[in-house]
């Protein structure tokens, strides 16, 4: 079975400071997908990056980049030039590469906090 | 675009009370997914529907039962509500089947059994 670790259950970081949430993950496969979801106080979850396995190129979205290192099975989020609406719950994903019945399995998440 | 909608937003059931969650999506999306949210577990996966007329259990399906209506609709009941039943639950959905596609998520209800 496939895990996913959030070791930290809480982050703050300084407004327009750079942050780096951390997860690992554990699997013998070889293809597969990984996903960052954030959730702000509103609730509502969002897909914010995703990186597919085979790729050797880190996703990166607006101030969202990854740091994706696969023999480490490492998976990290950086988000850059922090903003207070970046506060949230921020859940690392992952799922394998095969049909219909493959599901996502989510860490336990991290709680960033912006301070101004 | 609604996207996806959950009713209720909050709910307090009496053990051994029973209810059903709605969701519904107006994205044309074929699957649609139940999780539960608990303080230090993540989200975990109670019952996924890949396509309309099929549901399937995921990692925790006991205490409850799911229906998929329709296309948009996927229903999750607890037929005798205990306190371990206590938490958030979202409903999502996806254009197809698979954990590749991406995942929308509705904004959550709220169940307290007391």
């Known amino acids: 079975a496939q895990t996913v670790t959030q070791s930290q259950p809480e982050m703050s970081v300084q407004e327009a400071e750079t942050v780096t949430l951390s997860c690992t993950y554990d699997?013998?496969?070889?293809?597969?997908?990984l996903f960052w979801y954030k959730q702000p106080p509103s609730r509502q979850m969002i897909l914010v990056i995703r990186?597919?396995?085979?790729?050797?190129q880190n996703a990166t979205e607006n101030r969202l980049s990854v740091n994706f290192q696969k023999a480490a099975k490492s998976f990290s989020l950086k988000i850059s030039d922090s903003q207070l609406g970046d506060t949230a719950m921020y859940f690392c994903a992952f799922t394998l590469y095969t049909g219909a019945n493959s599901k996502l399995t989510f860490g336990k998440g991290i709680t960033l906090s912006v301070r101004p | 675009n609604a996207g996806v909608t959950q009713t209720p937003k909050f709910q307090v059931l009496k053990t051994g009370q029973s209810m059903t969650l709605q969701c519904a999506q107006d994205m044309n999306h074929n699957s649609m997914y139940w999780y539960r949210q608990d303080p230090g577990m993540g989200l975990r996966l109670i019952y996924y529907?890949?396509?309309?007329?099929?549901?399937d259990k995921g990692e925790v399906p006991n205490g409850y039962n799911v229906s998929r209506l329709n296309k948009r609709e996927f229903s999750l009941r607890l037929e005798s509500a205990a306190p371990s039943q206590t938490s958030v639950y979202f409903c999502a959905s996806s254009p197809l089947a698979g954990g590749s596609n991406t995942q929308y998520f509705g904004p959550g209800t709220r169940l307290t059994v007391l």
């Open positions: 529907s890949a396509s309309e007329g099929t549901t």
């Open positions: 699997t013998s496969e070889n293809n597969y997908y």
């Open positions: 990186q597919e396995a085979y790729k050797q």
